[in-house]
């Protein structure tokens, strides 16, 4: 007899099974879905039988033993596994290795295991929660019980619903992320697998375990980017692994949000998703309203372009009474974002992605994040060879230098900043703190305490060329105006007061209506699935001609299985130059009731250097 057999190790995405026969003191006791051990290349290690074939093959090698003898998956769990391998372009052992425990085998072969069993199917349904406060954020947990995952977006947030949970569930909560140490890891997922622990709080790698029930999901904070596997991989999101869930286990599925993302509010309004509050006759989520919204700061007029500061003449006067906490929010990290000449236009650009430098007044230096190119800074035009050069725009470096002089010599505040590259408090006095910071610092900040909040530079963050960066800055404001307390205040200056998102504070449906109206004349998410592909190399024309081709193959494979889909670029991404490699890709838009599905088939036509990214964050960034 023949096993296959998933190796649990870095695999080619080729490679989904290698074949091995099976002793005959094990040919009984063999079974879909256990670990077992095998020899591979040149030393043994562990891997997951995915079938049984009663062929021979005396050239193959033997299986070696089996490390447990209860199953850990069923067959239609690693069907789904299997699948979408296919649809991230990935070995099936990825996705494997990320829903076990740590791999010791001493620990493994003692261990016990319950055995997998399948309940019947049932009907399940979609809803949606919105809440507008922490007393409605409570009664979405209020009646939750027997088996049910809540995904968070981030590690910050599974303490934050652990708060929240009724005291009779707090004894049948365990959580999962990737952080936990290798003895947390070992000991929850066995807490999870055996059914001791019901109530399961993790991040998105925790949608992989392997359950032997669920009831209900709720993915909670569902707007938040975070959710989307961004930075590994495979890239894939949240809200789409979650349908392959609720379809594997027949369970429940429900969103929540206090800032719901535009893609539930089209599915709401279609009436796709149940709504836990009843709609307007116009359809509308959201009640107009008056009261505590963020103060909008024209930044435009003439007495702020005569202050050389970066903050309006009345926010440095509230920065320097303040006796609380302050938090100065910007998305940019550095001292100032653009070198500038004045009198001929010449702008400092990182010659391998032609983005422009960022100055580091510490250092003295212009640098790029992206290619690590650094050069020193002039003050003298290398082009006209005029002293006309400005930094412009300004980032953590600057904002916390002109905090600084504003408080003058003054010592009754700490000032922190604190951005992806430092974020860990800096200070153990108990002073009040004044934090200067990006996306990073808003888990450190103590919001009872803090007063006076002011989001810099959003006219930059607007003027990014990406499809969801509205959406993002909508959602940062929400998240900041749902956890202020209610006497503090929020100021966020701008060069455009009459901007939608602006106009739209006070009448929340106005921008999800209006970004919509957008992204359907584009064909863009979530009118149609975007799945984007991409390839660097050390050529940027050897990059550029690879896309273009795998472009027109892909063209040619649409018209030949007849679907209904297009294709965006192919185009350069930004920065074009990345880790020492140039990166060039195209967007595929579907127009399809199963989407995955066709990005599966296309997936065959995607050269093995490739990189796949469906429902991306960004479609530019490599």
Known sequence: MIVKVIPLTRLPRAFSFFDYTIPENLEKSLKTGQLVEIPFRSKNIFGIVYDIEKNDNEKLKELKSIVNE??????????????????????????????????Q????????????????????????????SKEEHKKIYKNIENNTLLIVPEVR????????????????????????STKQKFENWLQIKNGEKTIIIGTRN??????????????????????????STPKFQTKDIVKFLQKLYSCDLSFASFSPSFEKYYEI???????????????????????????????????????????????????????????????RKG????????????????PQTNLPLIYDQSKNILYSPYSKFSQKFSPTC???????????????????????????????????KLDKDSNQLETTSNQARI?????????????????????????????????????????NIQEINYYRNEQSNFYIQTNNPEHTIFKSLGEKDRIYRTELNTRQKLGLFPYQYVVKYYCGTDSENKSKNLSEQTAKNVMTALTKLAKNATILGPYEMQPKYFRKQYWYGFALKIADKNPLSVAKQINQYIPGNFKIDPNPISLLSP
């Not at 009261?291 to 007495?303: E, F």
């Not at 050069?389 to 700490?414: A, C, F």
């Not at 808003?442 to 963050?461: E, G, V």
């Open 269 to 331: 309004n279609k009436g796709q998703i149940e709504y836990s509050k009843k709609l307007t006759k116009d359809k509308l989520l959201f009640k107009n309203t008056k009261s505590n919204l963020p103060t909008v700061i024209n930044i435009s007029n003439k007495n702020f372009s005569q202050n050389k500061s970066v903050f309006s003449l009345d926010l440095e006067e509230r920065i320097r009474t303040a006796t609380k906490d302050v938090f100065i929010y910007i998305n």
């Open 206 to 231: 925790a949608l992989f375990l392997p359950f032997n029930n669920l009831d209900k999901i709720i993915i909670d904070f569902e707007h938040d980017e975070n959710l989307k596997s961004w930075d």
């Open 382 to 416: 290398p082009e006209c060879k005029s002293e006309l050069i400005k930094n412009y725009g300004y980032g953590t470096e600057l904002v916390e230098q002109e905090v600084k002089k504003i408080r003058n010599t003054e010592i009754t505040h700490d000032i922190i």
């Open 157 to 180: 947030q599974i303490e934050e619903i652990k708060k929240i949970l009724p005291k009779k569930l707090q004894d049948k909560t365990v959580v999962w992320y990737s952080e936990l």
């Open 435 to 475: 934090i200067i910071g990006t996306n990073a610092a808003i888990k450190a900040i103590n919001w009872k305490q803090t007063d006076l909040i002011i989001f810099l530079d959003i006219d930059r963050q607007l003027a990014i060329p990406e499809y969801l960066s509205q959406e993002n800055i909508w959602h």
């Open 70 to 103: 209860i199953a850990i998956f069923s067959k239609k769990q690693l069907e789904m596994y299997l699948l979408l391998s296919e649809i991230y372009l990935i070995s099936p052992s990825v996705l494997l290795k990320m829903s076990l425990l740590p791999l």
């Open 105 to 132: 085998k001493r620990k493994l072969q003692k261990i016990a295991l319950q055995t997998v069993t399948e309940k019947a199917k049932k009907e399940n349904t979609q809803s949606y929660y919105f809440y507008n």
């Open 335 to 350: 001292f100032a974002t653009t070198t500038q000449c004045l009198n001929c236009g010449y702008i400092a650009r990182d």
